[in-house]
C-alpha cells in the first residue's frame, strides 16, 4: 500500500516572501511584537509629554499647544494603538495559555477578536482624540 507522504516544511527564502500567506494569527503574532517595540522605542516620547503636563501651568500650556500639531497627534494615535493591541494581544496570549487552546480554529477566531477589538478601540480613542466628541 502506498500512502501519501508526510508534507515537508521547509524555512521560507527571503524571494519566496510576496508571494507567501501568513494566517492571520501569524500576523497577530508579529504586531504584537512590533506594538511592544513601538510602546518601548517612544518611551521618551511619552516621557516627555508627562513631564510637560506635569510640571507647571505654563509648561501645561505648551503641552496644549503642541497638541495642536499633527505630529505629536499621529504619534499619539500610534501609541493608542500599540498600547491597545498590545494589551488585548497579550491577553488574548495569556488565555491561550491558562486554556490551552491550541486548535487552528479557536486561533483564528480569538485572533479576528484581537484585531476588531484593537481597531475599534483605537478608533474610538482616535475619536476622542481628535475632539469628535
Known amino acids: ?3 501519501n507522504p508526510r508534507p515537508v516544511f521547509r524555512n521560507i527564502h527571503v524571494t519566496q516572501l510576496a508571494g507567501y ?3 492571520l494569527a501569524g500576523i497577530v503574532s508579529i504586531l ?3 506594538s511592544g517595540a513601538v510602546m518601548f522605542l517612544l518611551m521618551p516620547f511619552i516621557i516627555w509629554l508627562f513631564d510637560v503636563s506635569l510640571t507647571s501651568e505654563v509648561s501645561f500650556e505648551r503641552f496644549s499647544a ?3 500639531h499633527w505630529l505629536v497627534t499621529l504619534v499619539t494615535l500610534g501609541l493608542i494603538w500599540a498600547y491597545l493591541h498590545h494589551l488585548i494581544a497579550g491577553v488574548r496570549h495569556l488565555w491561550m495559555d491558562m486554556t490551552h487552546s491550541v486548535s487552528l480554529e479557536q486561533g483564528h477566531s480569538s485572533a479576528v477578536i484581537t484585531m476588531a477589538a484593537s481597531v475599534v478601540l483605537t478608533l474610538a480613542l482616535g475619536a476622542k482624540l ?3 466628541y
Open 1 to 3: 500500500m502506498a500512502s
Open 130 to 132: 481628535f475632539g469628535l
Open 66 to 68: 503642541a497638541y495642536g
Open 32 to 34: 504584537h511584537r512590533v
Open 21 to 23: 500567506r501568513l494566517p
